[in-house]
C-alpha cells in the first residue's frame, strides 16, 4: 500500500526528523555561541544583530510549512487509526468516524454531550458497560421511561 512521496513530503520527513535531534539542538546552540563570541569583533554592531534576526526570522518562517505538512500528514494517520478502533468495536458510535469534518459549534455540541455521559459513568458499577453515543441514546431513554414509571 506504499505510495510515491512527493518530493516536499520526503524534505518535510527528512527536515522534520533532523530537526527534533539532539545534533539539530546543539549545531543551533553552537550558532549563537558563535554568534555571541562574534559580537565584540563587530562591535554589537546593527548589522551584527541583523544577521541572526534575519537568520532565525527565515529559518522560523521555513519550519512553519515543512511542520504543518508533517503534522498534517500525522493528524490523517491517527484519525485512521481512531476511525479503524471505532469501526471495529461493536459498540462504538460509527457516527463519530468523521467527527473531525464537524464544524466547531457542532463538535462542541458532542463535548457536552459527552460530558454528560461522563456524570453519567460516575454512577455506573460496571467499568465495562457501553458509553457511546448511540447506546447512551438508548441507555437514557430506557432510563426516562423507568423514572416516569
Known amino acids: 500500500m506504499e505510495q510515491k512521496k512527493n518530493n516536499f513530503e520526503k524534505l518535510a520527513d527528512k527536515i522534520t526528523q533532523w ?3 539532539s545534533f539539530a ?14 559580537g565584540p569583533v563587530f562591535n554589537y554592531s546593527d548589522t551584527w544583530q541583523l544577521v541572526i534576526n534575519t537568520s532565525t526570522t527565515i529559518i522560523t518562517f521555513l519550519m512553519v510549512f515543512v511542520i504543518q505538512k508533517s503534522q498534517n500528514k500525522d493528524s490523517k494517520a491517527i484519525q485512521l487509526k481512531l476511525n479503524e478502533l471505532i469501526a471495529a468495536s461493536k459498540d462504538a458510535s460509527n457516527r ?3 467527527v473531525e469534518d ?6 462542541d455540541t458532542l463535548h457536552t454531550f459527552y460530558e454528560k455521559i461522563s456524570e453519567e459513568c460516575e ?10 453515543i ?5 441507555n437514557m431513554k430506557k432510563k426516562s421511561a423507568e423514572r416516569k414509571r
Open 96 to 98: 463519530l468516524v468523521d
Open 123 to 132: 454512577n455506573d458499577d460496571d467499568i465495562h458497560t457501553s458509553h457511546s
Open 134 to 138: 448511540d447506546r447512551a441514546e438508548e
Open 25 to 38: 539542538f546543539g549545531f543551533a546552540a553552537g550558532i549563537i555561541i558563535i554568534w555571541l563570541i562574534c
Open 102 to 107: 464537524l464544524d466547531e459549534s457542532e463538535i
Open 19 to 21: 530537526a527534533g535531534s
